[in-house]
């Protein structure tokens, strides 16, 4: 019963009181179609849902303040009963689950009509409010229909992971410019199938190389694995450090700064790669659109602030043409090969 | 169309019907003339043009304008003579027409169809007649569908769906219309026959007036021809022109008595005992049954003498049992039917028994006759007679008497006043009632803890027949003068043509007779006698035979539903003979207890039924919680063990599942019971950090679960042998919460 419901119990309430203190059969009538309704109402609401089944389709991430859709499909078991005025809404994420409440406004989709045995479609869309990860944990299936007087609902627990990226900050002219210079970043002609350059030498294998580049024969007379390593624009990478503190504004600035880096190499065809220290997060330096989308995804679920220590950087290897682009609340000693871009404190905050 | 304007315009219907039916209620035609074309101007520009000229402050004054308005109404009219139902629904219509051409939210809907459901509430307080109960049930059906449109279209609001482009995302399957129809016509069906089973089953009688009257005369009664007046309970004055009977006057010559303008009165019940507003025949008058075939005369003895009236009547439709009008004191009856007639030895009123039906009677009946001025005498006042038709008291109602007879030059003390001045005296409050008060069919119930005789000579001053007749033997009473009150029928429209009086169920009337010398009864009839004309006269011409089909529906209507009463509800469900409900009981003493006494005599009563129903209604929640699971539990076993029957395959791999429930159990004791909208292995993974062994235990049932479930493979010993151990390892080593007693 939900509060038209109770404002109708109070209504019948009275229509019987009324009713027996007039002793007025048109009342005496009223009051059993109030009864009848009530009834009729949560029978038929009741057998709306009886066999209703839905499924919750995964969600394309989307960048803050863009429209999310969530689809649904939705089927009726039912053999005999249609389903009516069907709402579809998310539930607040279970105790312990990420939430995703503070970065969508709440998913309504409706579904009209579904007859016996049929499947339908339903969309929401909503807004996405900010930057974020979390997870679409229970969906509720609720009905009014017929009369609005009785809420009948069953509950679907379906997991499904949402995220709002960062929207991507346009970056310091320096980092356009260094991209632009010929044997860095600008120096790729093509983004899919880059050619390979000349072949320089063989390295141990690291953590983050791709195994494409594994010397396949040479690791196995050596009984190790070995790298190939090659002299041109091939290896020019993109490597985006990310230093957070207490400030979380200036933090959301620096990840949309960070997006917008992602989006220059994805422009520009590059691998790249993200680290942050303070989150101990640091991904191999890749080309591609599912790589770009990774860091997206990444940076959408990083903290804006962060109270842990920063670990000490330690520049991956950079090779000839690599362009590390430090985003950093405070400006320090760097590598040359580094572009610093000293993110200030937003108006009011720490200093 | 789509789905919005569906339900704007079957909105806009059901304000169309909510107003005509309260305008009908109310019989204000000029208030539907305004009200609608306003409400329907307001559709237009608001849902079909889609144009906002109104804004939400001018709204907002509007509305408040009409909550002052009013106000004001009631206030000018005295707070509690004017908060009347008809100011209320009137203040209704005018928000309901404020929000009509402010209509922008979902919400200003609901809001509308919330004021239309009152506003017909409002039309059965004031109102019963047949045109008003059909408009109703117009509105009600037009009502349930524009409320079933209503939430599909405020389904679209709600799911951000503004214009016809975006409804590509609302799922919507094929044959829609079809499904709807069927969905609308079973919530109609079972909605009347559920409502029709209530209706039949709610007692009657229990709880009348207990708190005051509202609205107008819509009892459950129809105020004709009755055996009993009762003014506490509104009623509805029967205007129907239907006929009940014939009647031929003659002399003792034969030669006709019946003229243009010329009134006989037929008797049918003696009402001789005033309680609490309402007249009955005195149960001491002990009746005389005499079964009389067909055709043979039955003497009730004495003569009808030189003045004597014949009367030749013929009842079209009387029921098996019924009091036989006739026109004074009967002294001989023969009938064309077999019938048991009893007579009342003092009231000397006659009822018959027998087959209902059309029932033809001829009578001899003797008029009183006055005895000269010298020989008036009163009856002994210890005569029991006597004391009975003196029994009154109310001493507003005597003081106006006395007033009233002193205002004549005569003395209301009745040891001062000769006898021979009773007769002039009635004469007198005859002449004072049918001049200082009005006639009206609109009549509540008075005010509760006044008399209803005393409210109407002091505030109602207007009323039916009823009233007339209970003041002026009141008044009578009130100054010795014996008195009681007649209920019959008043014939005087004579067609000439058949040279016999017509007497319609409008023609029910109720007059006086006094006692204006010993044992001589004189008629008196203070109601106003233009308007009693006025409703004899027949009706004519075309629109007359129109009105007669009608009125013969009306009749129906009010006979089997307006009336409908405890009485014909038990002969109705075939328990006539059953008790008095206590609730019934609890009531009546309540109400007689704080009649005599006030709230301070009826506290103890009313502090026990008051206990008594708390106790009942906690029981009856216990009972339905305590059941709830039960219930639930129950159907879900019935749904498995029909699944099963249909399914051989299914039954046979679900054979060993037992460990499933083993597992719910243990879960249970454990402290993490499985909600039962979570998956079981979903559950499971959010118990693994806590009780990871309970955890795995529990997937391993589920899956094998869902493997014998949905997979439909029967299980093999050692996977059912494997679970079992895994719980019962999981039961042995697993946590137990703290304070559980696993």
Redesign the interface.
């Known amino acids: 019963m939900h509060l ?1 419901g109770i ?1 109708y119990g109070l ?1 019948t309430v009275f ?1 019987a ?17 109030a ?3 009530l ?2 109402s949560g ?2 609401s009741g057998a709306s849902l009886v066999g209703i089944e839905v499924e919750r389709a995964p969600v394309e991430p989307v960048i803050a303040g863009g429209t999310l859709r969530v689809r ?1 499909r ?1 089927r ?1 078991r039912n053999r005999l009963f ?1 389903a ?4 579809l809404s998310e539930l607040p994420e ?1 105790r ?1 689950a990420t939430g995703w409440r503070a970065i969508l406004s709440p998913p ?8 016996p045995g ?8 909503v807004t996405a409010l900010r930057r974020g990860e979390g997870r679409l944990d ?1 969906l509720s299936v609720w009905t ?5 007087l009785t809420k009948k609902s ?4 379906q ?1 499904r992971r949402v995220v709002v990226r960062p929207v991507p900050l346009e970056l310091d002219d320096r980092v356009v410019r260094a991209s632009r210079e010929p044997g860095l970043l600008a120096a790729k002609s093509q983004r899919r199938s880059p050619t390979p350059g000349e072949f320089f030498a063989l390295r141990e294998h690291r953590e983050g190389d791709s195994p494409r580049s594994v010397a396949w024969r040479a690791s196995a007379r050596a009984g190790a694995l070995l790298t190939r390593q090659f002299t041109s624009a091939r290896a020019a990478r993109l490597w985006i450090l990310l230093e957070l503190d207490t400030d979380a504004e200036r933090g959301e600035r620096a990840i949309g700064l960070a997006a917008g880096a992602v989006e220059v190499a994805r422009a520009r065809g590059s691998p790249a790669g993200l680290i942050v220290p303070a989150v101990g997060l640091r991904t191999p330096a890749r080309e591609g659109r599912g790589h770009a989308d990774a860091l997206l995804d990444a940076l959408a679920a990083l903290p804006a602030a962060t109270t842990a220590t920063a670990l000490s950087f330690v520049a991956p290897d950079p090779s000839p043409g690599d362009l590390v682009v430090a985003l950093t609340p405070h400006s320090g000693p760097r590598h040359p090969s580094v572009v610093e871009i000293v993110v200030p404190p937003a108006p009011g905050g720490e200093p | 169309m789509n ?1 919005r304007r569906w339900s704007d315009l079957l909105t806009t219907a059901t304000v169309v019907l909510s107003i005509g039916s309260y305008a009908l209620a109310d019989r204000f035609p000029a208030l539907a003339v305004g009200a609608i074309p306003v409400a329907l101007l307001g559709w237009f520009v608001a849902d079909v043009m889609r144009l906002a000229l109104t804004r939400r402050p001018i709204s907002d004054l509007l509305v408040i304008a009409a909550i002052a308005w009013s106000a004001y109404r009631v206030r000018s009219a005295g707070w509690t003579q004017g908060l009347t139902v008809s100011v209320f629904c009137e203040f209704l219509i005018s928000i309901i027409l404020v929000k009509m051409w402010d209509r922008k939210l979902p919400r200003d809907t ?1 809001q509308i169809l ?1 004021l239309s ?2 506003l ?2 409002g039309s ?2 004031t109102g ?1 007649s047949l045109g008003m ?1 059909i408009l ?1 049930i117009a509105n ?1 059906s037009t009502l ?1 569908v524009a ?2 449109v ?3 279209a405020a ?2 609001e ?4 503004r214009d016809d482009a975006d409804e590509s ?8 219309g079809a ?2 129809a ?3 016509a ?2 109609l069906v ?10 039949l089953v ?1 007692p ?12 107008q005369p ?4 129809v105020t004709g021809l009755a055996d009993h007046v009762d003014l506490r ?2 009623g509805l004055i029967s205007e129907s022109a239907r006929v009940v009977l014939e009647a031929r006057f003659a002399d003792a010559d034969q030669n006709s008595l019946g003229a243009d303008g010329r009134v006989f009165y037929l008797r049918a019940s003696v009402l001789e005992r005033y309680e609490r507003g309402a007249w009955t025949s005195s149960r001491r008058d002990e009746p005389r049954e005499e079964n009389v075939p067909a055709g043979q005369h039955f003497s009730l003895g004495g003569t009808p003498g030189r003045e004597g009236i014949w009367q030749e009547i013929q009842m079209r439709d009387a029921p098996a049992s019924t009091p036989v009008p006739l026109v004074y004191r009967a002294v001989d009856i023969a009938s064309s039917s077999a019938s048991i007639y009893s007579v009342r030895a003092r009231s000397e009123a006659v009822t018959r028994r027998g087959e209902p039906g059309r029932f033809a009677y001829i009578a001899a009946s003797a008029p009183p006759v006055l005895p000269d001025p010298e020989s008036v005498t009163r009856a002994p006042a210890e005569s029991r007679s006597r004391q009975l038709a003196l029994r009154f008291d109310v001493p507003k109602v005597a003081q106006i008497a006395r007033e009233v007879l002193k205002n004549s030059g005569i003395d209301p003390d009745p040891s001062l006043r000769p006898a021979s001045a009773d007769l002039e005296a009635c004469r007198e409050f005859e002449r004072y009632l049918r001049s200082s008060f009005s006639y009206t069919l609109d009549t509540g119930a008075g005010r509760p803890g006044v008399d209803p005789i005393e409210w109407f000579l002091t505030e109602g001053r207007a009323g039916h027949c009823e009233y007339f007749a209970s003041a002026m033997a009141g008044m009578c009473r009130s100054v010795g003068i014996g008195a009681r009150v007649i209920a019959g029928y008043a014939a005087g429209e004579f067609d000439a043509s058949r040279d016999a009086y017509i007497v319609r169920e409008s023609n029910a009337h109720a007059w006086v007779e006094a006692e204006v010398s010993a044992g001589v009864w004189w008629t008196f009839d203070p109601t106003p006698q233009d308007t009693l004309r006025a409703r004899m006269r027949p009706p004519s011409g075309l629109r007359a035979r129109w009105a007669s089909a009608l009125d013969r529906l009306d009749s129906l209507w009010s006979t089997s ?5 405890e009485n014909s509800r038990r002969r109705l469900l075939g328990f006539t003979s059953a008790p008095d409900p206590w609730l019934r009981r609890t009531l009546d003493n309540l109400r007689s207890q704080y009649d005599e006494g006030g709230w301070r005599a009826a506290a103890p009563l009313l502090a026990k039924a008051g206990a008594w129903t708390v106790v009942a209604c906690v029981l009856a929640i216990a009972m339905l919680r305590l059941s709830r699971g039960a219930l639930a539990r129950l159907v879900s076993t019935l749904r498995a063990r029909t699944a099963l029957r249909h399914d051989p395959d299914l039954a046979r791999a679900l054979g060993h599942t037992e460990f499933f429930g083993k597992m719910l159990t243990l879960l249970r004791k454990r402290g993490v019971a499985k909600p039962a ?3 079981p292995l ?1 559950h499971a993974e ?1 118990i693994a950090r806590s009780n990871p062994r309970l955890a795995e235990a529990a997937a391993l049932a589920s899956r094998l679960y869902y493997r014998a479930r949905f997979g439909r493979h029967a299980l093999d010993d050692e996977d059912i042998r494997a679970v079992h151990r895994a719980l019962d390892d999981a039961a042995r080593f697993s946590d137990a919460p703290r304070g559980g007693n696993a």
């Open positions: 038209p404002v209504t229509l009181v009324g009713a027996i203190n007039s002793q007025n059969n048109l009342l005496f009538w009223a009051f059993g179609v009864i009848a309704g009834l009729v029978v038929i649904y939705v009726n249609p009516f005025g069907l709402h279970s312990g309504e989709a409706f579904v009209a009509h579904i007859g049929q499947t339908v479609e339903a969309e929401a869309r229970r009014v229909f017929p009369f609005g069953v509950t679907f627990a997991g | 789905i609901a919330t459901v009152f017909s509430v059965m307080l019963a109960a109703l009600l349930l409320v079933t209503f939430h599909l389904g679209y709600a799911a951000g769906i995302r609302v799922g919507k399957g094929p044959s829609a499904h709807f069927g969905t609308l079973f919530s079972a909605g009347l026959v559920l409502s029709a089973v209530i209706f709610m009657r009688g229990i709880g009348l007036g207990q708190l005051g009257t509202f609205g819509t009892g459950g009664r309970q509104s539903f307006i009336s409908f009463d909208w979570k998956p979903i959010e």
